[in-house]
């Protein structure tokens, strides 16, 4: 669900589109991918707004279409990557990286809307599907460009890009270094500049399972690692949440699919928390100890938001609610992956409690039990987390009780200034897991945090009340 637009069926006409390929050509090469990287193989979209300005006067869409299409030539020569394709290992029938340069795809596109009548910009608008490309999926990833770009110009002289990218490629921050990149590279009203940033480093490396044993220093997996044993908190604690759903379920005397709550009818919402709300959810959950206590307005607001939504599903008290986040693994593990590295390099942290538990403990406990798991990230873990994804394929099951949250305040896309200047809102489309919260950085305020949700309808006002209780 989301915001309805005129449902006159507002139009975007597409103009013009074109593959970009690196420049120079790479040589071809099957890049392996490691199992981080397999978990989300299909595009993942973001747009950029922005609103017509005095400078875009005598900008024609097809200069800027034309700015960016040579802008992604030159940054495909070092992330040559992006220009490939996945394909199907036949030796295992997973997914791999074919850097075969077929490359990307570019749409020029108009409308007549107004980027006024979308309205308030940070929220989920159905329109904005219109302003991305999005290739047809035949089941065949070999015949899926990884990134793909649209840009529109609209009715009163602003502009979007829409861009879409496979998370098989980069993980976050990679996909930040990308963009900015390709930003730099663009000379559309402005002159090409340096990213100022390293050249990155493509090869999985000791990310790879058939790596691990081969790594000195590091202790082998038993051949018994699995998803069902193993050290890694997140894969027994979405196991426990699984068997915990099926047994509810056979209490109730009919066997329950745990597919059965549904991704399709969740509305997006976007909290704009201000930095002066969330100093004052602090100075309300800590007290005197404010000024003693430490900790991140990450863990702050992650705490905060899985109470508010565990509170507001209203689960019987002995049920056990989960909370998983994305710790960066670059520096965790032995050796340390490149600052510079473009694959995923990131798993899964998880706290478990019991509703009770969550509803009853403090802030500060609730906290505490977040940096516990953060810090029990470490090259053990890591091991076996990608060792557990090393069996059958499979989208996560969406359960209510599972909490997820990614943190993306350290990636403002806002600021990534493919036209002159920064971005009026950087929105995110439907994702795979559209359940996750996003943390955002604020455009506005850069102590702010947007937080962008997946609710289930029924829970959206108890949600909402909750969620901004003692921040207002």
Known sequence: MAEKHDQNSPTVHVTKTVS???????????????????????????VFFYKASSFYNNLSVGSVFSGLKSGLEETLSDWYPAAGRLRLNPDDGKL??????KGAVVVEATTNVKLSELGDLSQYNEFFEKLVFKPVFNGDFSEIPLVVAQVTRFGCGGYSIGIGESHSLFDGPATYDFLRAWASNSAILKEKRSPNQQRPVHERGRLLVT????QKGIPSLPSSANLRVGTAAAVDHLYQLI??????????????????VGNSNLVLKTFNLSGAMIEKLKSKAFGERRGSFSCSYFELVATHLWKARTKALGLQNGTVVCLQFAVDIRNKVVPPLPQAFSGNAYVLASVALTAKELEEGSHATIIEKIKEAKNSIDNNYV?????????????????????????????????????????????????????AA??????????????????FPGILNAFSHFFLTNMQ
């Open 20 to 46: 970009v390929f690196p420049k120079p050509l790479h040589p071809d090469k099957i890049l392996k991918l490691s199992n981080l990287d397999r978990q989300c193989p299909m595009l993942m979209y973001l």
């Open 96 to 101: 791999d990286l074919w850097c075969n340069n």
């Open 211 to 214: 790596n691990f044993h081969s």
């Open 243 to 260: 068997n915990q759903a099926v047994s509810a379920a056979a209490k109730l005397g009919a066997p329950r699919n745990i597919h059965e």
């Open 383 to 435: 091991n076996a987390y990608i060792q557990a994804l090393d069996g059958s394929q499979g989208s996560l099951p969406p359960l209510k009780e599972l909490t997820m949250v990614s943190d993306w305040t350290r990636m403002p896309f806002h600021k990534l200034d493919f036209l002159r200047g920064e971005a009026a809102y950087a929105s995110p489309l439907v994702t795979p897991v559209p359940l």
């Open 438 to 455: 996003y943390f955002m950085q604020n455009p506005i305020d850069p102590r702010g945090i947007d937080v962008r949700i997946g609710l």
